[in-house]
């Protein structure tokens, strides 16, 4: 899969992050956006790198999407923990 591929798969991710973890986020939308890209490249590379999940070129390979989501939720998730809820403030 290219580089746009794995844009495209990020922002659908970070999409798909940002409707299972509802709420504010400090960043918006455009954080939102940037959290699902780097979640994607971040999913892609732990998958390949300790579960043993070669990284695909199919663009619908059900575990390429679940690690680029779940690496999408595992950076919203530490985002909102050390920026915490925008309405707090």
Same mark, same amino acid.
């Given at each position: 899969?290219?580089?746009? #591929?794995? !844009? =495209? &798969?990020?922002?659908?991710? #970070?999409? !798909?992050?940002? =409707?299972?973890? $509802?709420?504010?986020? $400090?960043?918006? =939308? &455009? #954080?939102?956006?940037?959290?699902?890209? =780097?979640?994607? @490249?971040?999913?892609?590379?732990?998958?390949? %790198? @300790?579960?043993? %999940? $070669?990284? /695909? %070129?199919? @663009?619908?390979? /059900?575990?390429?999407?679940?690690?680029? !989501?779940?690496?999408?939720?595992?950076?919203?998730?530490?985002?909102? &923990? &050390?920026?915490?809820?925008?309405?707090? %403030?």
């Amino acid at each position: 899969m290219s580089i746009i #591929g794995w !844009i =495209v &798969l990020g922002l659908l991710a #970070g999409l !798909i992050a940002k =409707v299972l973890l $509802p709420g504010r986020d $400090p960043g918006g =939308v &455009l #954080g939102t956006t940037l959290i699902g890209v =780097v979640g994607a @490249f971040l999913g892609g590379w732990l998958s390949a %790198r @300790f579960l043993d %999940r $070669p990284i /695909t %070129r199919d @663009f619908f390979d /059900t575990a390429t999407w679940l690690s680029a !989501i779940g690496g999408s939720l595992v950076l919203l998730i530490g985002y909102r &923990l &050390l920026f915490g809820n925008s309405r707090e %403030r």
